[in-house]
């Protein structure tokens, strides 16, 4: 049954591109708390702490995590495709890694608005990606986020995922799979002194149900088969053994 519902699953599910925008990492170019009398931060004429402004770098991993590439003809023909800045302004845009070369020499990342970046459209193969590195300037009170805009046909929106809080944690089976040999001994003994413990209150909790059930029965065996002048036969007997059992 299992396998026959996956094969339908399989069978009837669409095939489509997922083209998904990541932020790896975003980290200030300059991280200042606390403001110094002496120290005069300038950034094209404009004193960066007297106007309350900072720096902020975004890694942005553009990806194709769908089943299906992405074809020139798929993207909206009468618009264009990109990363927007909900706040701030885009200062520079320069292309990172890639594990495609078609994508580092076509994709063109070019800032055509003070908050928006437009890529080519470019045919975006499945399980290719591309890195972006936005520097944005934004007030400190009003940090920026990242939208995604453009249209592409089978897929609904690009979505953008922030996963730079998760940079520098432990992923789950690396903490299963974290420590030395004594450290796995010792997991080892304490889940099987844990088991005998659970076994063990089962067993006992299962053996005081039973024999509470087996006093119940024999009061209650006492009531339907009473003895005669004193005097148990022995299809009674067999009867009071076999309803206490």
Excluded: M
């Excluded at 909206?76 to 994508?103: A, C, F, H, K």
């Excluded at 009531?223 to 076999?242: I, M, N, Q």
Aim: proline share 3%.
């Amino acid at each position: 049954v299992g396998f026959g519902v996956f094969a339908i699953y399989a069978t009837l599910r669409e095939s489509r591109p997922n083209l998904v925008a990541e932020i790896e990492n975003q980290s200030d170019v300059l991280d200042v708390h606390r403001p110094l009398r002496d120290l005069a931060l300038s950034f094209r004429g404009q004193d960066i702490q007297q106007q309350n402004l900072n720096l902020r770098i975004f890694t942005i991993r553009i990806s194709n995590k769908g089943r299906e590439d992405v074809l020139q003809g798929q993207y909206d023909q009468e618009g264009t495709w990109g990363i927007r800045i909900s706040s701030g302004q885009i200062i520079e845009v320069r292309l990172g890694t890639t594990n495609s070369p078609y994508l580092a020499s076509r994709i063109g990342p070019e800032i055509t608005d003070a908050n928006a970046v437009t890529l080519k459209k470019v045919i975006f193969e499945r399980d290719r990606f591309v890195t972006l590195e936005v520097l944005v300037l934004h007030h400190k009170e009003a940090p920026p986020h990242l939208r995604a805009f453009g249209n592409i046909a089978g897929q609904d929106e690009i979505a953008v995922i922030d996963i730079s809080g998760q940079r520098g944690k432990t992923g789950f089976w690396a903490q299963v799979i974290g420590g030395g040999s004594g450290v796995h001994v010792t997991r080892f003994i304490g889940y099987i002194a844990v088991l005998i413990v659970v076994v063990l209150c089962i067993a006992g909790i299962s053996s005081g149900i039973s024999a509470i059930q087996v006093r119940r029965r024999r009061r209650r065996v006492n009531k339907v088969l009473p003895k005669v002048d004193g005097k148990d036969s022995g299809a009674a007997r067999f009867l009071r053994r076999a309803y206490v059992s």
